[in-house]
T-cell receptor
Framework: DQQVKQNSPSLSVQEGRISILNCDYT??????FLWYKKYPAEGPTFLIS?????DKNEDGRFTVFLNKSAKHLSLHIVPSQPGDSAVYFC???????????????FGKGTKLSVIP | DAGITQSPRHKVTETGTPVTLRCHQT?????MYWYRQDPGHGLRLIHY???????DKGEVSDGYSVSRSKTEDFLLTLESATSSQTSVYFC?????????????FGPGTRLTVL
């Protein structure tokens, strides 16, 4: 049962335009959400997070939006740059119904390609 | 960047042999984690530690054990490696629990079991 879903395996965007990466979750106990970026042969790098008490968080070119009623979050990158080309993982934290403790659950990732 | 190192970075081994991966941190963070990344699965939690000698299982713990005898070191052991354990393994750390704090990742270990 996949609790965090990134339904688009890949996304291509022109340099300078907006990139929008989407993530849906099913567990209503999730209350902390993060985005990570991953380059090949490197570990994931933290980008931005948002807690469930907010609906938006900005950091430079990166903005995360949270819609709790729809159980949906999105990452906006404006403007997109070629160096943004990477795999982006959405992650959510909350009480894991199976383990009974806080866990971080990841989506499968979306590969973003920014075309110069 | 968080001070996290993993060793070895690459390893090739044979089915049935024991393997130990090491994660070392210089941040004095309380929480440490082991994940594996496989195509089509994202990152999945294997085991985590919430203090010295305090560990718990994650989503995919079968076939793995861990130990943490010092704050800075978290070891992942495959007692008898199988081909299904071929993967990229990432260590992560956080100051506070996953519900309230960001996890920072190491560079990864690519393990191939023949």
């Amino acid at each position: 049962d996949q609790q965090v879903k990134q339904n688009s395996p890949s996304l291509s965007v022109q340099e300078g335009r907006i990139s929008i990466l989407n993530c849906d979750y099913t567990n209503s106990m999730f209350d902390y959400f993060l985005w990570y970026k991953k380059y090949p042969a490197e570990g994931p790098t933290f980008l931005i997070s948002i807690s469930s008490i907010k609906d938006k968080n900005e950091d430079g070119r990166f903005t995360v939006f949270l819609n709790k009623s729809a159980k949906h979050l999105s990452l906006h990158i404006v403007p997109s740059q070629p160096g943004d080309s990477a795999v982006y993982f959405c992650a959510a934290s909350g009480i894991d119904s199976g383990a009974g403790s806080y866990q971080l659950t990841f989506g499968k990732g979306t590969k973003l390609s920014v075309i110069p | 960047d968080a001070g996290i190192t993993q060793s070895p970075r690459h390893k090739v081994t044979e089915t049935g042999t024991p393997v130990t991966l090491r994660c070392h941190q210089t941040e004095n963070h309380r929480y440490m984690y082991w994940y594996r990344q496989d195509p089509g699965h994202g990152l999945r939690l294997i085991h985590y530690s919430y203090g010295v000698k305090d560990t718990d299982k994650g989503e995919v713990s079968d076939g793995y054990s861990v130990s943490r005898s010092k704050t800075e070191d978290f070891l992942l052991t495959l007692e008898s490696a199988t081909s299904s354990q071929t993967s990229v393994y990432f260590c992560a750390i956080s100051r506070d629990s996953p519900g309230t704090d960001t996890q920072y990742f190491g560079p990864g270990t690519r393990l191939t079991v023949l």
